[in-house]
C-alpha cells in the first residue's frame, strides 16, 4: 500500500469523524433523556420495570443494520402522515435508530443503581423531611452515579460501533470510509475507516471509565476533569462542521458499487467547477435513493431506466430504450417532481456471464441454453438481485433453477465466478471485470431483461436550477460503454487500483477530449 | 431559631390509632397522652407494634384510623416532609449518607431548611454535644466505627433543634460497652435540651435505665403503661412481668456471683 492512498484516506476522516461523533452523542443524550425518568419511574413501580427492560431487552435483538433500515419506512410514513417536511434519510433515522440501541445498558444501570440504594439512606432521607425530588437529588442518584455511569460507557462503545452502519440510510460516518472501500476493494480505506472509529470508542471508553471510576472514589477534580476532555474532543470534533458555512451545496448520491462512485465524482467535479459545494451520499441503497432524491435528501444521482420501470413504476411490459426513457422522465416529473436530465450514453444491464471453458465446453450462447443445464450450476448473484422484480421476469421467460443461489457483494461475485465457487453470475454489462477475466456473458434470446440506460435524476428543486442543468447537461449522451468499462476497471482491478476520483477525472478527459477541447 | 440551652419539647396525643397491613393489626386502637418533656419508652418483642406506632407520629407510616396530635396540633394538617423536618429521628441502620461528609451530613436538615449560613458553626457545636472530636468533619461515615456513626446520627436528628425524638432502637446494633455509654450520653442530653423522646427497645433494662415511662406492647396493644418503678414492684400484669423478669434474673444472678 503506496503512502498517498494512506493520505487520500486520512483527508477524509476529520469531517467524517466529526459527523460520526454528532451522531453519537447526539444518540447518547437523547437515550439518557429519554431512559432518566424510565428509571425513576421505574424504581418506582416494579411492574413498570419489567415492561420497560423488556422493551429495551428486544430491540437489543434486534440487528442494527435492520433497525436502520426499519427507520427508512417509518419515516416515509410518518412524513406522508404530516404532509411531507420529515426527512426519512440522513440523521433522522440514524440517530433514531441507534438512541433505541443505547437505551438497553443505560435504562438497566440505571434501574439497578436506583434500586440498589441503600433502604437505610433511604429511611433517613424520609425521616428528615426530604421531598422525593430532594431524595432523588441528594441522595439516590448520587449514590448511583458510578452505575449509571458505567451503562452510559457500554452505550457509548456500542453507539460509537453500530454508528458506522449508519452510512446505509445516508447519514455521513467513518462508515463511508469502510463501505465505499468494501465496494472497491480499497483495503486502505476500510482500514482507516475501521482505526478512526475503533480509535475513537477506545478514547472515550478510556475517558468514561476515568469518570466512572472518579464518581465511585469521590474525586470530584477528576471527574470534571473527565468531563471536560470529553467536552474538548467534541468541541473539536464539531470544528469543521461549524466552520463550514453551508450556502449551496449539492449533495450526489450514489449506490454502493464503483461506477456509481465514480459517476457521483465525475457530476461532482462538474459541479464543483460551476462553483457549487458538493458532498457525497455513497453506498445508498437502491430502494431507497430515488425515495431520497424524491424528497430532495440528495440533488442528484444517476439511476438506470429499467430499475426505475420495473421497481418505481411496477412495468413489465417492455419497449424501446428511448421510448422508456421519455416515458419515466413524464411519470417522474408527475408523480415524484424528479427531472430526468437526460441519459450519459451507455447501458449497465443484467448480464448472465459464465466461464469461458464453460461457454466452450457445454456450448452456452444463450439464456435458453443455461436453462437447459442449471440445475447442475450454482448461481451468484448481488445482495438484491433475487429480490427485484427483473428476477422474476427471467425465470418466467427461461425455465432456470439452480442447483443453488448465493449472494455476494458485487466486489467477490467475480471472483467467486473465476475460483469456481459459482458457475454463473448477475453480472453488470458495463463492468471491466467480465472483459478481463474473459467472462462469456450469454444473449437474453427473448428479450426478458429491459433495458437499463444511465440516466441523470435531479431532486424537485433542483430541476430549475439552470445553472447546475447546464453545468451536468453536457455529459448528456457523452459516455460509451467502452470508457464507462475501462474507468470501471482502474477501480475495480486487484493491482494499480485507482480511487474513484481518479477514474472519474480520466473520464471527464475523454469526454473533454471528445468535445475537442 | 433561638440559641437558647434549653427547649421545651411539645405533649402527644394519640386516640384510637390503629394500623392494620390487609387483616394482620400491627397496631389496634392505641390511646396515649404523652407530657412535654417526657422521655416514654415503648417496649414489646418483635411484631408486637411498637416500631409501627413510633413511625405514625412522623407519618413514615400512616395510620388506618385515629388522630395523633403534637401540641393539639393534628400531624396530617401538614405535608409530611414539613411535619418530619420539625422531629428528630434516630434508627437501628443509622443510614448516615456514604457520599456526605460527616459535617453534611449532620447539617442536611439545615440545607433542606433552606439556611445558607451558621452550617459550620452548627456542625462544631453538636459534635461537642454528642462528644465527637472535631476532626471528625471532614470524614466520610464508612471510616468511623458503629458507635460514632450513631453519634453522628443523633447529631444529625438535632440539628434543626427539634423538641420531639423518636429513637427506633438507636443502640440495638452497637456493642454492650458503647451502647450504655451512648444511652447515658443521650439521657443527659434529653434532660439538658428539654426534649420529649419516645424510644422504641426491645430490651427491658435499657427501658427501665432510660425512661420514665414505661409502654408495654403485645399484638398491637397496650398492655402496661408505668413506671420503672412500678413495673419492678410486679404489680403491672403478666405481659409486663415477663420482661422484666429477664433484667431481674441476670441481676440476681450477677449479685449472686459476686458474693460467692
Known sequence: ?517 | MSIAPAITGPALSLQNVSRYYEDVKAVENVTLDIAAGAMIALVGLSGSGKSTLLKMINRLVEPTSGRILINGELVDAVDPHVLRRRIGYVFQNIGLFPHMSIARNIAIGLELAGEKTGHAERVSELLDLVELPQDMADRLPHQLSGGQQQRVGVARALATRPGLMLMDEPFGALDPVTRDSLAGEYKSLHERLGLTTIIVTHDMAEALYLADRIIVLEAGQIKADASPKQLLSGQVGPEAEALVAIPRAQAAHLSELGKS
Not at chain 1, 467535479?269 to 462553483?275: P, T
Not at chain 1, 465446453?361 to 450454482?378: H, K, M, P, Q
Open chain 1, 1 to 517: 500500500m503506496n503512502m498517498t492512498a494512506w493520505q487520500d484516506a486520512f483527508r477524509r476522516v476529520p469531517e467524517l469523524l466529526a459527523a460520526h461523533v454528532q451522531l453519537s452523542f447526539s444518540a447518547l443524550l437523547l437515550a439518557m433523556v429519554i431512559c432518566f425518568p424510565l428509571a425513576i419511574w421505574a424504581t418506582r413501580n416494579t411492574r413498570v420495570a419489567g415492561v420497560i427492560l423488556g422493551f429495551a431487552s428486544l430491540i437489543q435483538t434486534i440487528p442494527a443494520l435492520a433497525l436502520l433500515a426499519l427507520f427508512y419506512p417509518v419515516l416515509l410514513g410518518l412524513s406522508a402522515l404530516l404532509g411531507g417536511g420529515i426527512s426519512a434519510l440522513g440523521f433522522l433515522p440514524a440517530l433514531m435508530a441507534l438512541t433505541l440501541y443505547a437505551l438497553l445498558p443505560i435504562l438497566r444501570n440505571a434501574v439497578t443503581g436506583l434500586t440498589g440504594v441503600s433502604p437505610a439512606a433511604r429511611q433517613a432521607a424520609d425521616g428528615l423531611g426530604m421531598t422525593a425530588s430532594q431524595k432523588l437529588r441528594l441522595v439516590e442518584a448520587p449514590l448511583a452515579a458510578p452505575t449509571i455511569m458505567a451503562g452510559i460507557r457500554t452505550a457509548a462503545v456500542w453507539t460509537i460501533g453500530a454508528a458506522t452502519l449508519s452510512t446505509t440510510v445516508g447519514q455521513a460516518s467513518l462508515g463511508d470510509l469502510i463501505f465505499a472501500g468494501l465496494q472497491t476493494q480499497n483495503w486502505t480505506l476500510v482500514l482507516t475507516g475501521c482505526l478512526a472509529s475503533a480509535g475513537l470508542a477506545i478514547v472515550v471508553d478510556i475517558i468514561l471509565g476515568v469518570i466512572e471510576r472518579a464518581i465511585r472514589d469521590r474525586r470530584k477534580m477528576v471527574a470534571w476533569s473527565g468531563t471536560a476532555a470529553i467536552a474538548a474532543g467534541l468541541l473539536f470534533a464539531l470544528l469543521p462542521s461549524l466552520q463550514s458555512s453551508e450556502d449551496d451545496v449539492v449533495v450526489i448520491g450514489a449506490k454502493g458499487f464503483s461506477e456509481q462512485f465514480i459517476l457521483a465524482r465525475l457530476i461532482g467535479s462538474r459541479l464543483e467547477a460551476a462553483g457549487y459545494q458538493v458532498r457525497y451520499r455513497d453506498a445508498l441503497g437502491s430502494a431507497v435513493v430515488f425515495q431520497a432524491v424524491a424528497a430532495g435528501d440528495i440533488d442528484v444521482y444517476v439511476d438506470y431506466s429499467g430499475t426505475i420501470w420495473t421497481n418505481q413504476m411496477k412495468r413489465d411490459d417492455r419497449i424501446v430504450s428511448e421510448q422508456m426513457i421519455e416515458e419515466i422522465s413524464s411519470w417522474s416529473e408527475q408523480q415524484h417532481g424528479v427531472t430526468t436530465l437526460g441519459a450519459l450514453g451507455f447501458e449497465n444491464t443484467y448480464a448472465f456471464a459464465v466461464r469461458p471453458e464453460d461457454a466452450e465446453g457445454r456450448s452456452l450462447r444463450t439464456l435458453d441454453d443455461l436453462a437447459l443445464i442449471s440445475s447442475e450450476f450454482v448461481f451468484g448473484t448481488d445482495l438484491e438481485f433475487l429480490e427485484r422484480p427483473e428476477w422474476a421476469t427471467v425465470r418466467q421467460a427461461y425455465p432456470l433453477a439452480f442447483r443453488e443461489a448465493r449472494s455476494f457483494n458485487p466486489t467477490f461475485m467475480y471472483p467467486a465466478l473465476s475460483s469456481g465457487e459459482v458457475d454463473v453470475i448477475s453480472a453488470f454489462s458495463s463492468d471491466g471485470r467480465i472483459a478481463a477475466n474473459g467472462f462469456v456473458v450469454l444473449e437474453d434470446n427473448k428479450g426478458a431483461i429491459p433495458s437499463y440506460e444511465a440516466i441523470v435524476l435531479l431532486a424537485p428543486d433542483r430541476g430549475t436550477d439552470q445553472k447546475l442543468r447546464s453545468a451536468l447537461k453536457p455529459l448528456v449522451g457523452r459516455i460509451t460503454v467502452e470508457n464507462m468499462r475501462e474507468a470501471n476497471y482502474k477501480v475495480d482491478r486487484e493491482t494499480d487500483k485507482q480511487s474513484p476520483a481518479q477514474a472519474a477525472s480520466w473520464l471527464d478527459d475523454i469526454i473533454r477530449k471528445g468535445d475537442g477541447q
